[in-house]
T-cell receptor, first 109, second 112 residues
Framework: GDSVTQMEGPVTLSEEAFLTINCTYT??????LFWYVQYPGEGLQLLLK?????DKGSNKGFEATYRKETTSFHLEKGSVQVSDSAVYFC????????FGAGTTVTVRA | IAGITQAPTSQILAAGRRMTLRCTQD?????MYWYRQDLGLGLRLIHY???????GKGEVPDGYSVSRANTDDFPLTLASAVPSQTSVYFC???????????FGQGTRLTVV
């Protein structure tokens, strides 16, 4: 079945550092891909999405490109802030939404 | 209200008791979902509904039941709670089966 594998955490960074969270997927069809973010004590919020190969999703300085050839959707941000501290989930959707295990990111001032 | 509302926010429940977690959305979304979130396991789908009147099983349906009598409401029932059902439960909805899902704030359930 469809599945998502994302980089294990936790990840600890200093402010203004570069962040990459790796995500790869397995799917039989042509899924849409998403990154969700969960701040402490809150539900999941959609961060960005891409619906077809070579699409780039972007939001709040985060970017991810849908790479069909490598079945990947890595999340990147060039300069993180303390407010980016959260748990990040990669997800794919064919007929249902499947999530990775989540990566906890902590940004230190 | 706007979006998805879950109730209660948290609950401590004795093992063996019956419990219904409530979920209401006002976005007129066709599809709704229940997930549980456990540390290290991410989110796992319990049950889903493509449209009012239909439901389906997800990855971890045992011990849970759902109903979808109308578009807005998607309650999750634990018939006889067990400690392994201690988790944070999230309800979500989406326009259809291809679009992004919107999540509620979650219900933290502790079964003792």
């Amino acid at each position: 079945g469809d599945s998502v594998t994302q980089m294990e955490g936790p990840v600890t960074l200093s402010e203004e550092a570069f962040l990459t969270i790796n995500c790869t997927y397995t799917a039989t069809g042509y899924p849409s891909l998403f990154w969700y973010v969960q701040y402490p004590g809150e539900g999941l919020q959609l961060l960005l999405k891409a619906t077809k190969a070579d699409d780039k999703g972007s939001n709040k300085g985060f970017e991810a490109t849908y790479r069909k050839e490598t079945t990947s959707f890595h999340l990147e941000k060039g300069s993180v802030q303390v407010s980016d501290s959260a748990v990040y989930f990669c997800a794919l959707r064919d007929y249902k939404l499947s999530f990775g295990a989540g990566t906890t990111v902590t940004v230190r001032a | 209200i706007a979006g998805i509302t879950q109730a209660p926010t948290s609950q401590i429940l004795a093992a063996g008791r019956r419990m219904t977690l409530r979920c209401t959305q006002d976005m007129r979304h066709n599809a709704m979902y229940w997930y549980r979130q456990d540390l290290g396991l991410g989110l796992r789908l319990i049950h889903y509904s493509n449209t009012a009147g239909t439901t389906g099983k997800g990855e971890v349906p045992d011990g849970y039941s759902v109903s979808r009598a109308n578009t807005d409401d998607f309650p999750l029932t634990l018939a006889s709670a067990v400690p392994s059902q201690t988790s944070v439960y999230f309800c979500a909805s989406s326009t259809d089966l291809k679009t992004e899902a919107f999540f509620g704030q979650g219900t933290r359930l502790t079964v003792v």
